[in-house]
């Protein structure tokens, strides 16, 4: 039998087989093993190794990718609240922009030409009261010719044709008017008192001062907290301005005075001088 087939020694075998307990480290020279355990062991200990150099290889690949995920989180959150151009969704900052950007540009001008139709129609509703008052002065000059025929020194009557506001109405702002809250109706008395000394200030016949009264309230409760003085922000404004609050009054008067305002003792007396 040829050399090429010659089988090991045992001494060859046993050297194989033979576990010398090696610690294989860095610094072994891994071509001088020769036993199947030593070089088990020389094998696990590369393997570990390069699993080891593997992972701290790739610890930047991974830091890298969670950079990207987080960045691309952040982005598709940073798009979803901001909103997109056209038609944003409600509460995105974009629709918040488009919202100021309408209040600041828009929304002014609309608002002042609402207003402006608003005193328009107020003003065509004082236009026809009008037409009552004017039946009133039609009928004031048939009376007054009759009147004069025997008016005298002591017994002067006048009669007055005009708006006056109606008894009602304090009655009826104060029902919409919170005046337990601060604002300039606060209080019974000084509400009562400041609405009082508005209307006073009022000439019920000429148009614009009737309009100067009603957007002065509105424009003086706007300075504080509307919803804490008014319990009904459309009633308010549909009272003030729809105009019901005055109407045309025909008057009888007596040295200046309304005859219903004149005291018992002024009503007896014929001399000029008890009505002074």
Known sequence: MGAAHRLPSSAAIKKL??????????????TSLVSVPD???????LSEKVKSLQETLSAPQRRYQR?????SDLTAKMAAVMGEDENPKPGTIKDIKNRIRYIENDLTAK???KRADRDN???????????????????????????????????????DASFVSMHEFPEQFFDLVNQASTGPFRGKVEGEAELASRMAETDWNDVESVLVFAKGIIESIKTGDVGKQ???????????????????????RLGGKNLNQLSPGEKGCKRPTCLH
């Open 111 to 113: 608002l002042d030409a």
């Open 67 to 71: 950079y990207v995920q987080v960045l």
């Open 39 to 45: 070089l088990r062991r020389a094998h696990q200990f």
């Open 121 to 159: 129609i107020a003003r065509s509703i004082f236009e026809a009261k009008t037409k009552v008052r004017a039946f009133y002065g039609a009928l004031k000059s048939s009376v007054e010719e009759r009147l004069e025929s025997v008016r005298s020194d002591e017994f002067e009557v006048t009669i």
């Open 230 to 252: 008014v319990k009904d922000v459309k009633r308010l404004y549909d009272l003030l301005f729809s105009f019901e609050y005055f109407d045309a009054r025909y008057e009888l």
């Open 17 to 30: 087989e033979a576990d010398n307990n090696l610690t294989i480290t860095g610094e072994t020279d891994l």
